[in-house]
Nanobody, 129 residues
Framework: QVQLVESGGGLVQAGGSLRVSCQAS????????MGWFRQAPGKEREFVAA????????YYADSVKGRFTISRDNAKNTVYLQMNDLKPEDTAVYYC??????????????????????WGQGTQVTVSS
């Protein structure tokens, strides 16, 4: 089992920055990949970014590429999502996810919610215009 707790969400003006964190506990050594997804009201959950825990390879949705940065601190079992130049359309609940069963042999797997096994409770990010 892996437990995930997100923090750092809040309200920010357009053009501002915010960093959300995801603290992992439990069998964290078994995690292969960590991802961030988001879900806005009335919309489906969508991929934001992912990182391969050991090698540090990163993957981003086109909508956030160049503005968001995912990183991890192995010693703290924590994954971060630094969000810059935020836009109102970034408003959503942001969820952290951990994948332990999938080997992610294909890059496309990082982008798919069903390839992750554990999820956090989410943290709200609101960007005002």
């Amino acid at each position: 089992q892996v437990q995930l707790v997100e923090s750092g969400g809040g309200l920010v003006q357009a053009g501002g920055s915010l960093r959300v964190s995801c603290q992992a506990s439990g069998r964290t050594f078994s995690s292969v990949a960590m991802g961030w997804f988001r879900q806005a009201p009335g919309k489906e959950r969508e991929f934001v970014a992912a990182i391969r825990w050991s090698a540090g390879n990163t993957y981003y949705a086109d909508s956030v590429k160049g503005r968001f940065t995912i990183s991890r601190d192995n010693a703290k079992n924590t994954v971060y999502l630094q969000m810059n130049d935020l836009k109102p359309e970034d408003t959503a609940v942001y969820y952290c996810a951990a994948g332990v069963r999938e080997t992610y042999s294909r890059a496309s797997y990082y982008y798919r919610a069903e390839k992750y096994d554990y999820w956090g409770q989410g943290t709200q990010v609101t960007v005002s215009s």
